[in-house]
C-alpha cells in the first residue's frame, strides 16, 4: 500500500470513528473534483457531475463505516459510489414525468442492459483488485485520479518510463481479463 493510499485509509478511519471533519476535508478536496471530472468524461452534464460528485462525497461522510481497505483502495470504493450514482441518475432522468405517461401498459425497462452493466463493472472492479499492486495504483491514479503520468511521476517519483511500461501491462492485464 502506498503512502497516499495508508494516508486515505487513515481520513476513512478517522470519519468513521471520530467523525473527523478535517479527515473529511482532506478526502472532499482531492475527490470531489476529480469525481466531478470522471462523471463529466462519462458523459454527465456540468450540472448534474457537480450534483452527483456532491451526493458521492456526502455518501463518503455517511458511510464511511462500510469502506473495508482489504476489499478496495479508498479511490476505487469512491469511483465505484460515483459509477453507481451515474446509473441511478439516468435511470431517473429516463423516467417520464406523469404528465408524459400514456395510457396503458408501457414496456418493462430492459433489464438485460442493466444487468449487463453490472455484470461487467463487477468484472472490471475484479480485474482491477487482481493487477498487481504497483500496476493497480497506477491505473487508479490515470485513470480513477485522473492524473497524467507526468503528474504520477512527480508523486510516486518513479521514472515516466517506468510509469508508462507500467500503466501499459495493466491496460493489457485488463483487457485479456475482460475478454
Excluded at 15 to 20: A, E, F, G, N, R
Excluded at 64 to 75: K, L, Q
Excluded at 133 to 151: T, V
Aim: contains cysteine; aromatic residues 6%.
Amino acid at each position: 500500500m502506498s503512502k497516499q493510499e495508508a494516508d486515505w485509509v487513515a481520513c476513512m478511519q478517522a470519519i468513521t470513528l471520530h467523525q473527523d471533519q478535517d479527515a473529511f476535508v482532506a478526502l472532499f478536496r482531492h475527490f470531489a473534483p476529480r469525481v466531478k471530472s470522471f462523471l463529466m468524461k462519462s458523459g454527465s452534464s456540468d450540472s448534474l457531475a457537480e450534483e452527483c460528485a456532491q451526493e458521492v462525497m456526502a455518501t463518503v461522510w455517511n458511510k464511511a463505516d462500510r469502506f473495508d481497505p482489504s476489499r478496495a483502495s479508498v479511490a476505487t470504493w469512491i469511483f465505484t459510489i460515483a459509477r453507481n450514482r451515474r446509473i441511478d441518475a439516468i435511470r431517473k432522468q429516463r423516467r417520464p414525468e406523469p404528465e408524459d405517461l400514456t395510457w396503458g401498459p408501457e414496456a418493462e425497462p430492459d433489464q438485460a442492459d442493466v444487468m449487463a452493466l453490472q455484470q461487467e463493472s463487477e468484472k472490471l472492479n475484479k480485474a482491477i483488485a487482481d493487477l498487481p499492486a504497483k500496476q493497480r495504483e497506477l491505473i487508479e491514479r490515470a485513470y480513477f485520479g485522473d492524473l497524467s503520468h507526468s503528474e504520477i511521476a512527480a508523486e510516486t517519483g518513479l521514472p515516466l518510463g517506468t510509469i508508462k511500461s507500467r500503466i501499459r501491462l495493466a491496460l493489457d492485464r485488463l483487457r485479456h481479463a475482460m475478454g
